[in-house]
């Protein structure tokens, strides 16, 4: 099967048009601790909480490359920072480096994921272990 890419013919006044995602992907610290270290007869109480987490995101555009400028094109741009595009501003900077005269049109997702749990849901990590502090409102469980 071949790859044909077809390059349109643009008038003076048109631009080319460039689709640009994101995307993003938590990871906690306690994501799939099923074992702890504890000392011969003592019992635990395992935190609920997740942990701490850290956030890698990443800006791509068309073949799945990252939207990331060479150390070439880094040295020439000193008000870009970083050589990756971490930030929505530097992403657009970073995009008319590498495509002037372009039009961008960056795609975010928007999953359902991101309001599964409802405000009022009862939540585990959201509980007072102890009867003082401040207990968040929640739906009868």
């Known amino acids: ?4 890419v077809l390059k349109p013919q643009l008038k003076p006044e048109e631009k080319k048009i460039v689709q640009v995602t994101h995307d993003e992907c938590h990871f906690y610290a306690n994501d ?6 504890i000392k011969k007869n003592e019992d635990i109480l ?3 909480h997740i942990g701490h987490s850290i956030i890698v995101l990443a800006f791509l555009y068309p073949y799945y490359r990252l939207l990331q400028l ?3 094109q880094l040295q020439v741009n000193p008000h870009i920072k ?10 657009i900077s970073i995009f008319e480096i590498l495509h002037p005269g372009c039009t961008g049109v960056f795609c975010f997702d928007q999953s359902t994921n991101h309001n599964a749990i409802a405000g009022d849901a009862l939540v585990a990590t959201k509980m007072n272990l102890s009867p003082r ?6 739906c009868d469980g």
Do not use: C, F, T
């Open 70 to 72: 060479s150390d070439e």
């Open 133 to 138: 502090g401040k207990q968040p409102k929640m």
């Open 32 to 37: 799939g601790q099923r074992k702890i270290w």
């Open 46 to 48: 395992r935190s609920k």
């Open 82 to 91: 970083h050589k990756e595009a971490v930030l929505m501003h530097q992403a």
């Open 1 to 4: 099967m071949l790859d044909v």
